[in-house]
């Protein structure tokens, strides 16, 4: 029940920390578009350049979150009752996988596939592309590799912790 819990406070603490930003700057995630709009982004005078600076701030903002989501969450599994690896590795992997399956089903085809206000300027005639779920679908897929690798991190974190 515990985790049930924690999985729909997690899913809570996602959407406020994504939804208002990409509402209020959509070009701030244009690593999470699909490709046709990138590089139609990328052609448009008015972003020149941006698809460049935003894929290495991208990447590296990623990376620096995985680790920091890595020891929160080993944190929650362990004072959840996760007290080895393995547990923590499953406590942290489904925390993960519901957020992200959450993202795909709720944000992503749910909202982003069909909100007009999500659209980049310059590629409002691009629906198409926008109401693709299959763009989603991939980085969900992509997404649960990463949430094993996150789970995997904060399973040592516990197995560590348990060890002192």
Known sequence: MILVIECI?????????????QYKEPIKYIMSYPPAIRQRVECLPQYKNIIQEEEKRHISVKIVVAFLIAIILSL????????????AYFHVFMLFFTVNIYDMVVLDIG??????????????????????????????????VIGAVVALLSGGIVHIISLI
């Open 9 to 21: 406070i997690a899913c809570v603490i996602f959407t406020l920390i994504v939804i208002p930003r």
């Open 76 to 87: 929650v599994a362990y004072f959840s009752g996760a007290e080895s690896f393995y547990s």
């Open 111 to 144: 909202l982003f596939c069909h909100s007009k206000k999500l659209r980049i300027p310059g590629t409002e005639d691009m629906d198409k592309e926008y109401r693709s779920p299959w763009f989603h679908v991939v980085g969900a897929i992509k997404g649960t």
